[in-house]
């Protein structure tokens, strides 16, 4: 099985910057897209930043200019910078791989911004 660990949350100013890492471990089937969601308690969980496999990436639109999502594909980690951090940014973020052998999710790591 495949799982992924997550890490580089906490609590942070507003206008600051924070990165999350997210390393792979296990048997790792050909992936197709790896990501990182967002989700507050009662909310849905959405789409914050995904790279694709040809290096192609895309973002919310509240979060484009800000936060940069990136690979290391020797260490099998997927990073996300987040810089101008705002309030509404305060969530729990999750990573996910989707590939061949189906979707696996990251345990969550809190990122609260806040004065």
């Known amino acids: 099985q495949v799982q992924l660990v997550e890490s580089g949350g906490g609590l942070v100013q507003p206008g600051g910057s924070l990165r999350l890492s997210c390393e792979a471990s296990?048997?790792?089937?050909?992936?197709?897209?790896m990501g990182w969601y967002r989700q507050a308690p009662g909310k849905q969980r959405e789409l914050v930043a995904r790279i694709t496999n040809d290096g192609s990436t895309n973002y919310a639109d509240s979060v484009k200019g800000r936060f940069t999502i990136s690979r290391d594909n020797a260490k099998n980690t997927v990073y996300l910078q987040m810089k101008s951090l705002k309030s509404e940014d305060t969530d729990v973020y999750y990573c996910?791989?989707?590939?061949?052998?189906?979707?696996?999710w990251g345990q969550g790591t809190q990122v609260t911004v806040s004065s």
């Open positions: 996910n791989i989707a590939s061949s052998g189906g979707g696996v």
């Open positions: 296990g048997r790792i089937p050909s992936i197709y897209a």
